[in-house]
């Protein structure tokens, strides 16, 4: 339990002055700092004195983090920044307090536009939708995807509430006006996930360890693969000594718009050129092609580029993953996760992103140092398409063959965004490659983990193909014995 100050609420300033110093102090120092009193009168001059008055008893802890941030106590008394500029003057007692307004970034806004503008431009704002764009998310509790926020919604708050697709649209979305977000009394507030409240510190933000609670684990473990790369470990022996953190290389310049040239999940949108040059090599599929590539962007990727057999290799995982359907074209799901979502960028944004990305390296590297790094991590999203794709194949070819069923209600079948709700043990393996190895093997090639691209990724990706393989053997093996036994 908090040890609350012995303060009956009294209407004299001065009595309210010495609770919050003391408290400041742990009791310790005397009221009579001068520093302090400063920091008081500065509080004590503004319209929520009382609130502060009241809460440094009911929420102590909020007020001490307040009156540490630079909002509580800012270099010139007038820019002071009470409770109420962001919870309102509604709530004024101890019975009415479901008044108070909870803060979104439209209230930060007023007072720091750059940074709102940059973030609802950026790929953490929509983290909310992105998360209700899967398949996986529809079957689960609300206490996991919803109030509460105890697993999937636990991170994603930290997007906007209330985005929704425009099926007409393309890659537009539209905001429903805050109806979503009126459903949720807490977590609209996005911006305390790296300044966490009430402190609101920048210097907090400024820490890796900040990124640490979402960006880590089992399908996107950016903390550990940092931890263990050598930037990582530079800044860990000397925080100072100006190595390289998350922020260096993805908020550079204290920009608040997020986004990477390949994404979470290590895709691209294939061009019209890629398409094209497929037909070539699989003439059988023009038609389809030829049609898929009318409606693609246009261009080139710097660095490694698309050849037919990864176009082809990717065509595969994309269809298992419902994004194409069985005659290669673009489905629903395609436009909500890679457009609307933004989880597969064209070639122009890519391009951009790389050679930004590029230009931050080239402040310590030398720039062909850094091509070589590019063209190797690249190269490595080729080779686990291409390991990937074989086992999809493989697991296409039971259904195909009628050895699976497509279970009840199931779209699509092998569908990789069903997670771990597949059924078999052989798709199991494939959500395994899907989330965790396929993620691990790009991923750790980008943060320069070496431990984590080989060992915690291509090393078991490629076990789980060759055991998809013997497990495809097996079951076909068992289905003819099946078939001749006359028992399905
Ligand atoms: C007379 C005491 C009192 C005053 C004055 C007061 N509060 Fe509160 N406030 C409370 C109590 C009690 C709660 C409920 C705390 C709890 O549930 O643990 C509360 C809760 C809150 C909450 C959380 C609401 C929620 O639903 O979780 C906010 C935000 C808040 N107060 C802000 C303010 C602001 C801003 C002011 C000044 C405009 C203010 N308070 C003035 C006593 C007070
Ligand atoms: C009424 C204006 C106002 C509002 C509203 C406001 N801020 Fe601030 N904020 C300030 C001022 C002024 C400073 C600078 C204080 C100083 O440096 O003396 C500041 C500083 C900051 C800092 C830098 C702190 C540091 O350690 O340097 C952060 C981060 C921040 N605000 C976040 C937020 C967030 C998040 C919200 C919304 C939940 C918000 N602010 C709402 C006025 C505001
Ligand atoms: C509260 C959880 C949370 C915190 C804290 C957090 N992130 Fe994120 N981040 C996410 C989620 C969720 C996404 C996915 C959003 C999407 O793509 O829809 C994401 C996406 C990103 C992306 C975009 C990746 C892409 O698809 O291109 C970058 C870069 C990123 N975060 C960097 C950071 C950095 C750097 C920090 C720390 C300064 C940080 N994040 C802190 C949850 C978080
Ligand atoms: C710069 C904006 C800002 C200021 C100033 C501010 N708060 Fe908050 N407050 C927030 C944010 C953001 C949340 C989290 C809201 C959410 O979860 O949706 C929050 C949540 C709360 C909560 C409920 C959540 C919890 O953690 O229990 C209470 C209580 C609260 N604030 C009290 C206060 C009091 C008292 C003050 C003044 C000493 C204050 N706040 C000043 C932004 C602010
Ligand atoms: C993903 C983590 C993250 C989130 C979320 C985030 N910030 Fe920041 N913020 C940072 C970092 C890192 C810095 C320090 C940038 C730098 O080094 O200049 C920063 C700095 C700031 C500053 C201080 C600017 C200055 O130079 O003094 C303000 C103000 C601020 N952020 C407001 C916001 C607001 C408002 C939001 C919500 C729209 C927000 N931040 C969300 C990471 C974040
Ligand atoms: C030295 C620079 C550097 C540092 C430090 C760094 N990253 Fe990255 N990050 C990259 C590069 C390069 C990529 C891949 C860019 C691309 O897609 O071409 C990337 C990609 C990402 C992505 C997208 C998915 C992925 O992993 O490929 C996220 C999210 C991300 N980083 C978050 C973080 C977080 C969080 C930290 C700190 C724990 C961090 N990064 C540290 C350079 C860095
Ligand atoms: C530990 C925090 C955390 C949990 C729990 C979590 N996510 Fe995420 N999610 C993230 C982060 C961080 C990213 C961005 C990683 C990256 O870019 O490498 C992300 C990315 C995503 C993306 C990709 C967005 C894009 O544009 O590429 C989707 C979709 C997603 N998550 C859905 C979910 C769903 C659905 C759940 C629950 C079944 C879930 N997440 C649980 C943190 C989390
Ligand atoms: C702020 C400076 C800084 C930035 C920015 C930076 N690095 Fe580094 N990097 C270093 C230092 C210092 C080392 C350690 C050099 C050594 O091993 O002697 C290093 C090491 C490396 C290594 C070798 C790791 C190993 O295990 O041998 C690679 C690869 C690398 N960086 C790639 C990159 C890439 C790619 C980027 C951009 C995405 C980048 N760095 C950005 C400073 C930086």
Redesign the pocket.
Known sequence: MLRRPMLTFVASIAAVSFAVVSLLQGGTASAQDPDDKKKFEVTAKHADQECVGCHIQVTPGIVKDHMAGKMGSPTNAKDYVGCDACHGTEHKTKDDYKQARMPT?QT??K??K???G???AGK?NLAWFAMKSQQAWHAQPASIVKQGYRGCSGCHK?GEKGLQGKLSGFDKVTHDGGKEAAEYRYGN???????TRHA?S?AE??NPR??ANCHMGFDHPQWEMYVSSKHGINWMINPDSGAPTC?TCH?N????E?RTPWGFLGLRLPTKENVLALIKVAPSLKDNLTKLAAGLPSGNYVDVDDDPQWTLDRAMILQAAGLLDDNLQLTARAVEVALQAQAARGPEQFNAERNRMKQICNNCHSKDYVKDFFMASDDIIKQVDNRFAVAVKAVQGLYKDGIIQKPKGWQYGPDLLQYYDAKTGIELELFWITLEYKQRAFQGAFHASNDYMHWYGWSPLNRAVNQILEEEKRMRKEHAMGQKLGVH
Request: proline fraction near 3%; charge should be neutral; glycine fraction near 6%.
């Open positions: 970034p930060c806004n007072c720091h750059d940074q709102v940059q973030y609802k953490h930290i507030a996005q911006c305390d996930a790296c300044h609101f920048k933000a400024q900040a990124c922020q908020m310049g204290g920009n608040h997020v």
